[in-house]
């Protein structure tokens, strides 16, 4: 577990502990506000829970997601580590514009031992 950690902290470039553990607790406070948040959301936008299950959790999801890439901004910047989560959340678009798999695997190190 403590190599994959070390791993990790090479490829986010964390520089201490201290910050990894910070990285997590915003990790987690921005996971479980934005799904609380989701749901008053959804009230508001008309999508009921006796809404059909194939339409609402899609919509959900397309709900959620946004949500959270906001809320981890700017509970991030709360924690100090804007430029962490900022440089993060710009990987995460440029993965979405990947074309190929190729270029995938270069991003999550699949294939390296």
Same mark, same amino acid.
Do not use: C, H
């Given at each position: 577990?403590?190599?994959?950690?070390?791993?990790?902290?090479?490829?986010?470039?964390?520089?201490?502990?201290?910050? +990894?553990?910070? *990285?997590?607790?915003?990790?987690?406070?921005?996971?479980?506000?934005?799904? =609380? %948040?989701?749901?008053?959301? !959804?009230?508001?936008?008309?999508?009921?829970?006796?809404?059909?299950?194939?339409?609402?959790?899609?919509?959900?999801?397309?709900?959620?997601?946004?949500?959270?890439?906001? +809320?981890?901004? *700017?509970?991030?910047?709360?924690?100090?580590?804007?430029?962490?989560?900022? =440089? %993060?959340?710009?990987?995460? !678009?440029?993965?979405?514009?990947?074309?190929?798999?190729?270029?995938?695997?270069?991003?999550?190190?699949?294939?390296?031992?």
């Amino acid at each position: 577990m403590k190599k994959y950690l070390e791993k990790l902290k090479t490829k986010w470039e964390i520089k201490s502990d201290f910050q +990894m553990v910070i *990285v997590f607790i915003v990790f987690a406070i921005t996971g479980s506000s934005s799904v =609380k %948040l989701a749901n008053p959301l !959804l009230n508001f936008l008309g999508i009921q829970p006796e809404m059909n299950p194939w339409i609402r959790i899609p919509l959900r999801i397309l709900i959620v997601l946004p949500v959270y890439q906001i +809320m981890l901004l *700017v509970i991030g910047t709360a924690f100090g580590q804007f430029r962490f989560f900022f =440089k %993060l959340q710009k990987r995460w !678009l440029r993965i979405g514009n990947k074309k190929t798999p190729n270029d995938l695997s270069k991003d999550f190190g699949v294939g390296k031992n």
